[in-house]
Structures are given as C-alpha cells and as structure tokens.
C-alpha cells in the first residue's frame, strides 16, 4: 500500500479498498517527475480509518533530466533506453495476452533511471496500489538514496494503469454497483487480462529490451504481489527481492483482501503497559461493551464510525489512550474518547470515483480472493458474502450497520465485476526460485506478522524481520523506525544478505486511568519534596506527556493538529518543534501553562507554570514553577525526570 499523507478515509472507502492519497515530497525530487493522476492510491490495512504516511527526507538526488523514446522492439533488439546516461521513459508493445502471441498488441510505459556511477545491476520497484507506479518514482528514489549510484532503476506502469494503454470508464463510482458492472461491460471481454500474471510479463519484457540482467524487485504494499507473481512467471530474471508490507494470496493463490477489525491489538498494546494492565476488565471486552452501549445510547459526539478509528493501533495516541478513555466512558468520564473522536472530524478523505479507477478494479477484482465464488454471477456473490459476514462476523465487535456499510456498495466493489479467468498471483505449488528475499512486517500492517512469515514459507530463502509496533510501507515512514528500515533495504538490495540490523517503531506505553482530581496523581519519587509537591510535579509532568504525544512522529491524524483543548480545560497549540499550554488541564482543576520545546535529539523541554487551584487540598492558589527535561518518545512507563519545581533540583528515575 502506498504510504501516505494526513488522511482519514470514509469506512466505505476503507473496508472495501483501503486506500490513500500520495503525500507531497520535497521539491527537488518532484522536479522532473511524470505527472501524476489525480490519485495515486495503495492497499491500506482493510478497515483502517486512518492512513499511515509520512515524508521521507531528501537524500536522493533530484532526477536532472528525463529523456523520453517510444519503441515497437523486434526480436532481440535493444530499446532505444537501453544506452541512456540519464532517465529515459519509453514505452514498448506487448501481447494483450502472453498466452497468444497474436493478440492485440498493448503499450507498457516505464522510466529507467541508469545508475549514476557504474552500474552493478538493476532494482525493478513498483510502490504498489494497484494504481500507477510512475508518479511515484521520486518517492522510489528518495527511499534508496545512494543505492542509486551503483544500481539501475527500473518503474514500469502496470498494464491498464497511467501510461501503459489505461483501462478508462468515465462516470465510474466505485461505490456504486451498478457503475461498476457498466464499467466492466463497457471494456469487454479484454479485461480479464488487465491482472498482476500478465502484468510482471510486461515487466520482464521491458527489462529484457533494455539488456538488462536478472533484477532486484523491491516491492511496497501490493507491489509485494506483483513480485511474488514476477518469482512465479519469471524465475529466471529474478536475483532477489524486498518486500515491505507484504499481499498475501490464499490457498488457490489469489489475493487476500482482509475485510476485519484487529480488537486483539488493543490488548497486545496494553499488555506492554503495567498502568494499562492495572485497568479493570480486558481491553477487548472493554471495547465490546463500550460497542453495545454506544449502539444503545448513541453520543453525537462519539459515532460507531470513529469509534472504530479510535480503536485502531496504528496511530499512536489511539494506541497509547484507547483502553483507558473507554474504560473512562463506561465508568462516566466522556471527555477523553470525545476528545480522541474528535480529531477524525473534517479529516480529508479520498474520492473513489473517476475514469482511472477501472484500471485498479481490474486487478482488485482479476487477482483477488474474496468471501465468494469467483464465478458466480452478481447476485449470489451478494448473498454469499451476506451469509460471510452474518456467520464470521468479521468486524466484531462492530457490524457493518454500525459503520454504514451495506453489503451491495460498502463492503467489496467487486461483487460486480466479472473474473472468468483464473488468474493466481502465486499459483498453487509454483516453482519458485531459490533466490535471497527479505521481508519486513509490522505488528500494525493489514496480515499480522505471522500470517506473513508463514505465507512467504514458500520461497526457499525467505526470511522474515518484525518491527514491532509497525504499520504499512515501513521503508517510507517516519521517524527512527523509517530511517531503519530504509538502512536495511538499501543495505539489502546491493548486497542481498539480511542485515543484522532490527528496527522498531514502539515508542510508547499505553496509559493509565485517567485522574479525576489531584488526588488521584500519583507523586512522582522525587527525594527532597514533600508528597504534595511530588504530586504538583507528577500533574505537571502528566499535563505536559499528554500534549507532547500529540507530536509522536508515527502520529497521522494528531500530526495534522494546530490546536487542541486540552483535556479539562484550556487550550494547547501546536507549533514547529514547540508547544504551548495556556491554562491547559489534564488533571481537573490543575492549569499548566508555558512552553515545551521538542530537540532535534529526541528530548523534550519544558518551562511551566502549574497552578493546583483551590479545589485541590494542600495545594490552594499556590503557582509553581516547573522545569523538566526528559526523553519524548520511548518505550517506558515513564522516561526519567531531571529539572527543578520552585528553584528545588529534582531528579526522578525512569519506571521501565
């Protein structure tokens, strides 16, 4: 799946595509890019509300120059691209099917982007979707960095999509039935052939044209599929391969699409959390009664649809205060779930409708798996996935009702489309070569990680690396774990070992209760403070997390944030690498204002005031003056303290 910007999908989007829109990169990398559709979209986690993305920093070099040649190549003959010095996009002829040599004849475009210094082989990448691959060539670029100095680049258009002889239906609305069977109707026939077993043919085809020999493939998200298919059609022009974020077929070799909620994530991150354990009940069942009660007493404020983004793991405040705000709501504290529904508000979501799209209902549709035969007619599809849905309940605790969905337009825009031929992207007992394949996975991503391990089973060097607390396209997020994972891939794909190196992405531990009065702060250790004054520091010290989580750099939503109120009161407003509280409360009754400043090493600086006011006994009226440094983002229950209240060092070792 592409990874991509601040984005919050409809349910109806995100259960039947899960899809994003293409974040915008550096100028110097899009400075000679092929223009890019309207949308360039990508597999997301199948009922993720929320979108993982993030902006890669700039360590490719721009691309200088883009040279431009159009082939019909005879047997054995080189593409005209095969001698550039800079990038060339061309395009060459290919069978409609590979099958038949005879039939129509299709173009493929690509771009191929020689190595800036010598050469010592070719990487074949595709971003994944399936949308076009070619607008997202500076995001490919910028993700292997120097790599690109020894190594080819090679991006081919999948058939049907951008340049390569696009699959068009104007009016297409994917949520739409009836669209969708107009669609397939009016391109016939012919677009059985529009699927990833064909496609890679392409790939391989063009590869051949520019003399190229046996490529890297590294694949993101759905262009994880287009690889396996290229290992399965094209074993011989295979060297290695990175997938990242890796599409996995079933039993018959097609692609699953996991139409499913992952409440079981709720507890997997609260397991981590000795404040989250000490909650009463279990994280999942929390979240069922908070479902039932929601559906029986509806709150405004908090609908079904945003409950079921809220309860996601991919974004970390979600994940760091999701249990504890919904055992808050059933204990009758609203205000820290509406404050997390809140933020999915005004989100911009992404249209499905446009031309373009037939082109990805093609290859949905012609390479996927779904919870009906692929051929039966419109009808019995309906009612097979109608009897899927009554009998596994997939979206447990919630129904498709509770997220607005309806089995004939929300749930799979495929029940429409035709599928006569078979068309696996791994068939069944393939012979797959014994080539070195690396394949990185997140905790978070749409299969879990040990779905992944045992799928990619089948390929005889194969090994599998987890990053904890990851979510999709892991090599172009983010952060500490996005700069790791990109060191492996470009590690990987010049030498084709498995690097030592392991990455993650857990940077936080789920909270806590949340306090309903000072009281219920627990003081921090400070030795040389009385239990009063420790209590102020750790409400100071709470005031100030809570509004520094907001600028997790996995955040998506939150990120988006100029301001928030804070959770009792107050406002906090969000700047460049700073923070301001101005009367912020976390605790009731407790304002914290001043500023905390985010370094570029990681630590968080605060200068703050903290007023208890006269509703907190032992502490009325009294103003303190709080300084704390301490690490912002770590894996501990709480990171150690160093600063001072009321001019008085303190020091307070971290709780791991």
């Known amino acids: 799946m592409r990874l991509e910007a601040l984005v919050t999908a409809p349910l109806t989007v995100i259960v039947a595509a899960g899809l994003a829109v293409s974040a915008t990169l550096p100028a110097a990398a899009t400075a000679h890019a092929t223009p890019a559709p309207a949308v360039t979209a990508a597999q997301l986690p199948s009922t993720a509300p929320a979108v993982t993305a993030g902006l890669l920093p700039s360590t490719a070099p721009a691309v200088t120059a883009v040279r431009r040649a159009a082939s019909e190549s005879g047997p054995g003959a080189l593409h005209e691209c095969a001698g550039a010095v800079v990038r060339c996009d061309g395009t060459i002829g290919v069978p409609l099917d590979w099958d038949d040599p005879a039939s129509e004849r299709i173009e493929v475009a690509f771009a191929w982007i020689p190595a800036a210094k010598r050469a010592t082989g070719t990487i074949l990448a595709n971003p994944g979707g399936p949308l076009p691959a070619l607008p997202d060539v500076p995001r490919l670029t910028q993700t292997l960095g120097p790599v690109l100095d020894q190594r080819n680049l090679l991006v081919v258009d999948p058939r049907g999509l951008g340049a390569s002889s696009p699959l068009l239906c104007p009016g297409l609305k994917l949520t739409d039935p009836d669209s969708v069977a107009a669609c397939a109707a009016h391109l016939g026939p012919r677009i059985r052939f529009f ?298 794909v010049l030498d084709h070992r498995v690097p030592r190196t392991r990455c993650a992405a857990e940077n936080y531990r789920a909270s806590g209760a949340f306090p309903r009065s000072l009281a219920e702060v627990a003081p921090v250790p400070a030795p040389g403070l009385d239990v009063e004054r420790r209590r102020v520091l750790a409400a100071g010290y709470a005031t100030a997390a809570d509004a520094v989580a907001r600028r997790n750099p996995y955040n998506l939503v939150h990120g988006r944030l100029t301001e928030q109120a804070g959770l009792r009161g107050g406002k906090v407003t969000f700047g460049s690498g700073t923070i301001d509280l101005d009367g912020a409360a976390f605790v009731p009754g407790v304002a914290v204002t001043g500023r905390i400043t985010l370094r570029p090493d990681g630590k968080a600086v605060a200068a703050l005031t903290v007023s208890p006011g006269a509703s907190n006994s032992g502490a009325e009226g009294r103003v303190h003056r709080v300084e704390l440094v301490w690490e912002a983002f770590t894996a501990q229950e709480r990171p150690a303290l160093s600063g001072s209240l009321d001019g008085t060092p303190v020091e307070v070792p971290e709780r791991p």
């Open 195 to 492: 699927t990833a077993d064909q496609a890679v043919r392409d790939m391989d085809a063009v590869r051949r044209a520019l003399g190229a020999g046996p490529v890297t493939f590294y694949g993101n998200s759905y262009g994880t599929a287009y690889a396996q298919a290229y290992a399965a059609q094209r074993p011989e022009g295979l060297a290695a391969a990175f997938l990242d974020s890796t599409t996995i077929t079933g039993p018959d070799g097609h692609v699953l699409w996991p139409m499913r909620s992952r409440p079981e994530l709720m507890s997997f991150v609260c397991g981590r959390s000795r404040a989250c354990r000490e909650l009463p009940g279990d994280p999942e069942r929390t979240f069922s009664r908070l479902v039932t009660h929601l559906r029986a007493h509806p709150d405004p404020e908090v609908p079904l649809p945003a409950l079921n983004g809220v309860g996601r793991m991919t974004e970390p405040v979600f994940g760091r205060e999701a249990n504890a705000a919904a055992t808050a709501y059933l204990a009758g504290d609203p205000a820290p779930l509406r404050r997390l529904a809140s933020v999915l508000k005004g989100v911009p979501s992404q249209p499905i409708e446009g031309a373009e799209w037939a082109g990805y209902l093609a290859y949905r549709c012609g390479d996927g798996s779904f919870p009906f035969d692929r051929d039966a007619g419109p009808a019995e599809r309906l009612a097979q996935m109608e009897r899927y849905f009554e009998r596994e309940r997939p979206l447990a605790p919630f129904t498709p009702a509770d997220l607005g969905l309806d089995a004939g337009s929300g749930l799979e825009f495929c029940v429409n489309w035709p599928t006569p031929r078979p068309a696996p992207v791994l068939p069944p007992h393939a012979d797959l070569p014994a080539v070195p394949v690396l394949v990185a996975g997140g905790d978070f991503d749409t299969h879990t990680p040990a779905e992944v391990a045992r799928a990619m089973r089948v390929f005889p060097r194969a090994t599998f690396v987890r990053v904890p607390f990851g979510t999709h396209s892991l090599a172009w997020g983010p952060g500490a774990a996005g700069e790791c994972v990109r060191a492996m891939l470009r590690s990987f």
